[in-house]
């Protein structure tokens, strides 16, 4: 999964009427009635909404089923349980303290369940097959808007190939890229941030380096967005490696207003008695050295109104991605 932290908002009360109430009030606002039926699922047959592609189980588990993951030719797959904390707020904190990992082939992971009572989440990963690289999950333009910014470059070179080959000269291109979204219950992307690093060696020392961030939001449901942020480690200080990290936070409003408002009190629990917006902070991280090994995490929150509706996708790999 490499590096990253989920912020997943939980609160204290009955989790089984929590889910229920949360499964139809959604399916009521989309002018749907289902039965309150989660409430009574037993753990080893989680109930299905009819509506909706996620079940709940009566431990708590939240398991999505809008799945990218299924599809995809993946090797080396596994699912991880990860645990996380409670911050003052309630909020279940992931992974705060993870290191970069060490990258290699394509690689692909998805959060494919989501317990709010004991703060913990599963998360399934794998590599993509040569096939499956070139079809990787991306951002469909035509459902949103997309937003390119490119950072204050660390070097002066132009954006280098990621496949090219060292020639005459021993300065060698490299470029690696790490990508987070977040999707909602329908299976849309509603916000992604993809950070593009490039950088060249030579002499087993950084001589360059630049960056480009692709920005994403869904264009309706008047989602808003931060500028881009920020941060470069190593190069030029430290030619050893160049590392670079781009941040952006997301805002959403109107989910959670169109539940309470068309459920009352009944759709403000369902969303967990919080009435603040759905934020995303979303800050996947590269790192680059002179051999053309590369680290790849990402660190992320989620909070908010209906945010346990909502999981993330991760993929990373060699080029560039939008």
Not at 117 to 141: D, F, I, R, W, Y
């Amino acid at each position: 999964m490499g590096k990253y932290q989920t912020v997943r908002s939980g609160r204290n009360f009955p989790l089984h009427w929590r889910a229920a109430t949360l499964v139809s009030a959604i399916a009521c606002a989309l002018g749907i009635g289902i039965p309150w039926h989660t409430a009574s699922a037993s753990a080893s047959t989680p109930s299905a909404s009819p509506v909706l592609p996620m079940t709940v189980d009566a431990t708590g588990w939240i398991h999505y089923e809008n799945l990218e993951i299924t599809s995809l030719a993946l090797k080396d797959r596994k699912v991880a349980t990860v645990s996380g904390r409670r911050d003052k707020d309630g909020s279940c904190v992931f992974g705060e303290n993870a290191r970069l990992t060490l990258g290699g082939p394509a690689g692909y992971s998805e959060e494919v369940a989501f317990n709010p009572n004991t703060c913990q989440a599963k998360v399934e990963s794998g590599t993509l097959s040569q096939s499956a690289e070139g079809n990787q999950p991306n951002t469909n333009p035509n459902t949103g808007l997309i937003e390119t910014s490119e950072s204050t470059p660390v070097g002066t070179a132009s954006t280098p190939s990621s496949a090219s080959v060292a020639g005459p000269a021993t300065t060698q291109p490299f470029a690696d890229f790490e990508k987070v979204s977040y999707v909602d219950p329908l299976d849309i992307t509603i916000t992604s941030l993809t950070n593009n690093l490039h950088w060249e060696s030579s002499n087993n020392r950084i001589t360059e380096a630049n960056a480009t961030g692709v920005s994403y939001k869904f264009a309706w449901d008047n989602w808003s967005a931060s500028n881009m942020t920020w941060t470069w480690w190593g190069y030029p200080s430290y030619p050893s490696y160049t590392e670079d990290q781009v941040a952006q936070t997301f805002y959403n409003t109107d989910f959670e207003a169109v539940i309470v408002a068309i459920m009352g009190y009944a759709g403000y629990a369902a969303c967990g008695f919080d009435s603040s917006p759905a934020t995303f902070y979303l800050a996947p991280q590269v790192k680059g050295t002179p051999s053309g090994y590369y680290y790849y995490g990402h660190l992320n929150s989620v909070s908010g109104g209906c945010s346990d509706l909502v999981h993330f996708r991760e993929n990373h790999g060699s080029g560039s991605s939008s």
